[in-house]
């Protein structure tokens, strides 16, 4: 059971977070428009993201090792991570180098702020329910890459897992279509998991230092289409396998192994696997409850007509 100092605990500093994020999307619709009345609009997203993990690395103490930086100078690339949690913004704002833009689910274009900055910085904004516009702006995105010598951050999984244990989601194929279809080399990144520090169904807000690797580039310029699938699976079965040697976040003076912390994981995770199984079983007794009650009820009628007829 967690405690209520804990809740209370990690829903101020939720609140903290999230004013943090609204100051320095602020902060990014303003540098937006400096640089790109300068004529360096391609370093928007570069110079909030960086603003950004200094506040907020040094404002929760929260900091990033990354190993392997030097891979992502390689331009023009397409940089795909694993998605987790909103400590991914954080991750973005340590590793993202210069000329380096984001694909995003269209309706944050929408958010206040957020999405002014991101409207500005240059975002590719992905309409997911109309593929034909989905495409165009893909396509957008690798025209401007390989013009530009810029590079693209892609999460494949699609959506954040918030996975409380080493793991990562079936991988979306967008990402390498784009790097086959434009033959641009594919940098992969893979971060430990962040549950350990922040979690909401853990309550965690915690210090500590994330770890993150950077694996070799894949090339693509050599590949086909019939090549995806495969491209796909193997750039998954890396990452995976380095996701698990990283394993979890240190949390700054807890000497928990990756054994302990997976274990304080797997607890929760049972705890809710027993209130939903005991939820469905309450909704298939009640369901039972009101079928005996109607099948009563029209015994009782069709009694009483017979009773009439009689």
Known sequence: MVSLFKKIHFYFKSSLALLTLLFCAV????????????????????????????????????????????????????IIGNHQSVLDILILGKIFPKGCFVTSKESLKYVPFLGWFMSLSGTFFINRSNRERAVRTLN?????????????????EGTRSYALTPTLLPFKKGAFHMAVQSGIQIVPIVASNTSS???????????????????????????????VHKLAENTRQQMLEVVNELGFSKVNGD????????????????????????????????????????????????SNKKGVTD
């Open 27 to 78: 902060y990014g619709v303003l540098a937006s428009v400096v640089l790109g009345i300068s004529g360096k609009k391609y370093l928007s997203q570069w110079a909030t993201a960086r603003f950004f993990y200094c506040v907020f690395s040094n404002l929760f103490n929260i900091k990033i090792e990354v190993e392997h930086e030097e891979r992502l100078q390689s331009l023009p690339s397409i």
């Open 255 to 302: 000497d928990f192994t990756n054994d302990t912390l997976e274990q304080e994981a797997t607890q929760v995770i049972e705890q809710q696997q027993s209130q939903d199984a005991t939820t469905d079983a309450d909704v298939t007794d009640m369901d039972t409850s009101v079928q005996e009650e109607q099948v009563h009820e029209s015994t009782s009628l069709l």
């Open 140 to 156: 957008n995105a690798l025209e401007e890459m390989k013009k530009n010598k810029h590079a693209i951050f892609m999460f494949p």
């Open 197 to 227: 520090l922040v979690s909401g169904k853990l309550y965690n807000f915690k210090q500590g230092i994330i770890k993150i690797k950077v694996l070799e580039p894949i090339q693509t310029s050599h590949l086909t289409k019939d090549d």
